[in-house]
T-cell receptor, first 114, second 113 residues
């Protein structure tokens, strides 16, 4: 398996523009997670899905952020409008439905909003 | 609220100089404690899961241990290639549908030749 695949790897955009980050989880994994990593706050959970259904979005910073999972093999995280404080590395991770098991991370998308 | 605290924030070791990283947690009903390694520009990579106090797991120069309040990642005779950020995480509480991992801020380890 190719692992969790994220695109793009790097994104530079101007303040106010819409940004869409993409993720393909590992085939057969029932859970998909979106995290954001910054130096100040570390790795923060934004939202996660179980079988394509959003379970907990309490980590989404504000209404400018939205996430979707239209099918088992694809998810998007959208920021509209983007702001400089959104600059961070965004990670997608997935895991199977087994009771307690590790999550597998993608390589991340480094977002810079100027 | 579940909390995961790692110390030190940064650690610099000479090659061959053994040391330990600490992860303390406050969570009711621990269901597992996870250690990850993260290299610059990459996503976290899974190392170990510990499920109960007293449990130990080893991988090459790394050994993870778990007590009721904390976990240690012992690094024996480290090499420069062990340089990375080490993250620990615990499952958050979710009443209905599974869980997500809550991460500490990590320990940045630098091993010099």
């Amino acid at each position: 398996d190719a692992g969790v695949i994220q695109s793009p790897r790097h994104e530079v955009t101007e303040m106010g523009q819409e940004v869409t980050l993409r993720c393909k989880p590992i085939s057969g994994h029932d859970y998909l997670f979106w995290y954001r990593q910054t130096m100040m706050r570390g790795l923060e959970l934004l939202i996660y899905f179980n079988n394509n259904v959003p379970i907990d979005d309490s980590g989404m910073p504000e209404d400018r952020f939205s996430a979707k999972m239209p099918n088992a093999s694809f998810s998007t995280l959208k920021i509209q409008p983007s702001e400089p404080r959104d600059s961070a590395v965004y990670f997608c991770a997935s895991r199977p439905a087994k009771e307690v098991t590790e999550a597998f991370f993608g390589q991340g998308t480094r977002l810079t909003v100027v | 609220e579940d909390q995961v605290t790692q110390s030190p924030e940064a650690l610099r070791l000479q090659e061959g100089e053994s040391s330990s990283l600490n992860c303390s947690y406050t969570v009711s009903g621990l269901r597992g404690l996870f250690w990850y390694r993260q290299d610059p520009g990459k996503g976290p990579e899974f190392l170990f899961t510990l499920y109960s106090a007293g449990e130990e797991k080893e991988k090459e120069r790394l050994k993870a241990t778990l007590t009721k309040k904390e976990s240690f990642l012992h690094i024996t005779a480290p090499k420069p290639e062990d340089s990375a950020t080490y993250l620990c995480a615990v499952p958050g509480v979710n009443s209905n549908s599974g869980y997500a991992l809550n991460f500490g801020k990590g320990t940045s380890l630098l091993v010099t030749p």
